[in-house]
T-cell receptor, first 116, second 118 residues
Framework: GNSVTQMEGPVTLSEEAFLTINCTYTATGYPSLFWYVQYPGEGLQLLLKATKADDKGSNKGFEATYRKETTSFHLEKGSVQVSDSAVYFCALSRNAGGTSYGKLTFGQGTILTVHP | DTGVSQDPRHKITKRGQNVTFRCDPISEHNRLYWYRQTLGQGPEFLTYFQNEAQLEKSRLLSDRFSAERPKGSFSTLEIQRTEQGDSAMYLC????????????????FGPGTRLTVL
């Protein structure tokens, strides 16, 4: 079956540091890939997505590139802020001809804490 | 657009009792999903509706769990004879479907219902 593995957390960084959160997946075919974020006290929100190999998703300074050869979708940000402190989830869904749909399969989440 | 709402936000119950949770999706979203999230884990898929039809159920959804979506609007998730292992956050999400030609059927999540079974 499909699965998503994220790097172990928690991750603690100083403001303006570079962030990488690793995500690898196992799936039948070529899934769509997502990063969701959960800020304290809030629901899950879609951060970015990619639907085919070599696609780069980006939003709010975060980026992730769909790497088919390494089955990875690592999240990066060049300069984190205190407001980026949250839990980050990598996820995948079915993909048919570039269209993403259906249930999401999530990784276990990575807690990020950014200090001033 | 008021977002996905869930009620109650917290529920404490004793083992063996029945509980019911409600989810109100974003208006006009025809797809509705239920997920369960335990501490330190990502959400796990439970079941999915398109309008009022329940199209997919996970093996996680034992016969003590039942979900409905009458009239294709709000949904309820009932757990009968609760067990301590049912303690978790129950998340609801809705999505518009792909009728508008979008390439991604983005799911929008509610704040969740936290269940504690004593």
């Amino acid at each position: 079956g499909n699965s998503v593995t994220q790097m172990e957390g928690p991750v603690t960084l100083s403001e303006e540091a570079f962030l990488t959160i690793n995500c690898t997946y196992t799936a039948t075919g070529y899934p769509s890939l997502f990063w969701y974020v959960q800020y304290p006290g809030e629901g899950l929100q879609l951060l970015l997505k990619a639907t085919k190999a070599d696609d780069k998703g980006s939003n709010k300074g975060f980026e992730a590139t769909y790497r088919k050869e390494t089955t990875s979708f690592h999240l990066e940000k060049g300069s984190v802020q205190v407001s980026d402190s949250a839990v980050y989830f990598c996820a995948l869904s079915r993909n048919a001809g570039g269209t993403s749909y259906g249930k999401l399969t999530f990784g276990q989440g990575t807690i990020l804490t950014v200090h001033p | 657009d008021t977002g996905v709402s869930q009620d109650p936000r917290h529920k404490i119950t004793k083992r063996g009792q029945n509980v019911t949770f409600r989810c109100d999706p974003i208006s006009e979203h025809n797809r509705l999903y239920w997920y369960r999230q335990t501490l330190g884990q990502g959400p796990e898929f439970l079941t999915y509706f398109q309008n009022e039809a329940q199209l997919e159920k996970s093996r996680l959804l034992s016969d003590r769990f039942s979900a409905e979506r009458p009239k294709g609007s709000f949904s309820t998730l009932e757990i009968q004879r609760t067990e301590q292992g049912d303690s978790a956050m129950y998340l609801c999400a809705s999505s518009p479907g792909l009728a508008g030609g979008q390439s991604t059927d983005t799911q929008y999540f509610g704040p969740g219902t936290r269940l504690t079974v004593l």
